[in-house]
């Protein structure tokens, strides 16, 4: 950050994330895709620190899923598409080092399609981000509930838009 000038960005991330969507009956385990956007406004206010708070919307493809036995079969069953989404609010902080950044994001989730009242709706996210250029970054980042259990892992890349611009 040149000359100690406070910047505000606008970021989006796009990550495939796994985990979450393994359902296990006995020796079988079934996987489940998910996706997640997320998008923020960042406040970096001095040269390694930022701060911001944004939205995650994330598609859960093990929604619901369960392995119930009908007449001695198993039968899978999962959510309808439409309450597989979930939408959360967050705000984090993250310590730049040169192109290395590591995070710490903690959320809340506002809407889920499928309302577990065993699942908090709290959450947290620890990672680091690698930028790739002044826009582009990669994202390994462990999604986890009451700091402990791991929800989702996120692999990701973002683009970001300073303002006031970057001048050279």
Do not use: C, Q
């Amino acid at each position: 950050m040149p000359g100690g000038n406070s910047t505000w960005t606008v970021t989006i991330t796009g990550r495939v994330t796994a985990g979450n969507g393994t359902v296990s009956d006995g020796d079988r385990r079934r996987s489940f895709g998910a996706l997640n956007v997320s998008t923020a406004v960042r406040r970096h206010f001095y040269r390694f620190g930022s701060v911001g708070s944004g939205l995650d919307v994330t598609y859960d493809g093990a929604a619901a899923a369960r392995v119930d036995v009908v007449n001695g079969r198993e039968v899978e069953s999962r959510a309808p598409a439409s309450r597989r989404m979930t939408v959360g609010v967050y705000g984090g902080y993250e310590h730049v080092l040169a192109r290395l950044s590591i995070l710490f994001d903690v959320g809340y989730t506002a809407f889920r399609g499928v309302d577990n009242p065993d699942v908090p709706r709290l959450y947290e996210r620890y990672g680091a981000r690698f930028r790739l250029s002044d826009h582009f970054w990669t994202t390994f980042a462990v999604r986890t509930l009451k700091g402990r259990k791991a929800n989702f892992m996120e692999l990701g890349l973002g683009y970001r838009v300073r303002f006031p611009p970057a001048t050279n």
